[in-house]
C-alpha cells in the first residue's frame, strides 16, 4: 500500500494574485520538477506555441485565467510560453483514463481513475475578487480541475472517452475549470460545451441544484450532444463513431451501476456502492492509467462535499457554503491509501 495525500489550497483574491501564490507553493516543489521531466520525455517539439492565439481564445471564454497565468509565470520565473504549455489546457496530451459517475436527485458521485504519477495532490477551493465563482475541487495542471462544485451548485465531472482524431481546442481539465467558473446552471454549462473547442472527446456531466435530473454531454471535436442520465462511464451512446474500439469494462461498470442503484436507497450507499473495493466500480488497476485515486461526493443544494483517496474510506466533509461565506478549512491535508506501486507526482522525485 501507498501512503499519499493532497494538500488543501484556500485562497480568496485575484487570479494574478492567485497564480503568484500558487508559483511560491510550487516553487521548489516535486510537482513541478517532475512534470517538467515529464514534459521532456513527450518531445518539447512536438507543439508550436502560440502565445498570442492562446491569449485570444483563452480571453474569449475565461479571460482572468489569463492573469493567473502570468501569476505563475512570474512567481516561477518561467517564459509565457512555457507557463501556457504547463498550464494553459490547450497544448499537452491528456493520458487515457477510467472514472465512472453516479448521480440522484440531491447527490453527484464521481470517481476518478487514472495512474498515480499523473496525480497532482492538490484540493483547491478558491473565491476570486475580479470575476468568476468561488469553486472547489482537485487540481490537473495546476489551473485545470478534474471534478467540482461552484458557489451556485453547479457540480462538473468529466470522463474520458477517446483522444484518436484531436483537434485544436482545450483540454478536459481546463475546460471543466471554466465550466465551473463561468457558469451557474446546467443551461449555461451545456451553452458553454457547444461554443468551447475541443482537443479530444470526453463526456461532461453537470448538475445543479435546481435541476433532480443529472445532464451528460457528449462532446467531441467535430460534435456535441446532450442528453439525461444518471451514470456515465467511458464510452458515448450517441456519438458512437467516435468510442473507441475496446469498451468492455466501460459497459460493465455501466451494468453494475444499473443493477445496483436500487439497492442505494440514501446517499450513504450509494457512496459505498462507488467506494468499496469489493463492488466492481473502484478500480486497482493502477498500471493501466484506471485506478482510481479518489472518490467525491457533491450535495449541489447543500453546498457540501465529501472527499476521499482510495478505497473503503469514509469521505472528509467540507463544508463549501461556510468557506463561501469566509470561514476557512482547518484542515490542510487530505491522507489516504492506494493498493499501487507508486505514489502521486507530489511526493516523489521521478
Known sequence: MQKVYSD??????????????????????LLIKNRMKQWLDKNPRRFLIDVPHYKH???????????EMEGLAESLHMRMEDAVRQFGGYYLEYGRSGCSI??????FIRNYDNDPLSYEGRFVLYAPFDGGYATIGPSMQITGRTDGMNEHGLVMGYNFINRKHGDDGFMCNMIGRIILEQCATVDDAIQLLKEIPHRHSFS???????QKETTIVEASPREVQVRIGNICTNHFTILTEENRYRMDDSIRRVKVLENEQHHAIDALEAYKLMNDTTTGIFSTNYGAW????????YYPDKLRIG???????FPFIFHFKKWVHGEDVRVKRINGLLLAKDP???MVEL
Request: proline content about 2%.
Open 204 to 210: 461532461y456531466v453537470v448538475k445543479d441544484a435546481k
Open 102 to 107: 453516479f448521480a440522484q436527485n440531491n447527490y
Open 8 to 29: 488543501v489550497i484556500q485562497f480568496r483574491g485575484s487570479h494574478y494574485d492567485f497564480g503568484y501564490r500558487q508559483g511560491e507553493l510550487l516553487r521548489h516543489s
Open 344 to 346: 502521486f507526482i507530489n
Open 290 to 297: 484506471s485506478g482510481t485515486l479518489h472518490t467525491a461526493i
Open 307 to 313: 472527499f476521499t483517496i482510495g478505497g473503503d474510506r
Open 57 to 67: 481564445i483563452i480571453s474569449k471564454h475565461a479571460p482572468f485565467i489569463w492573469d
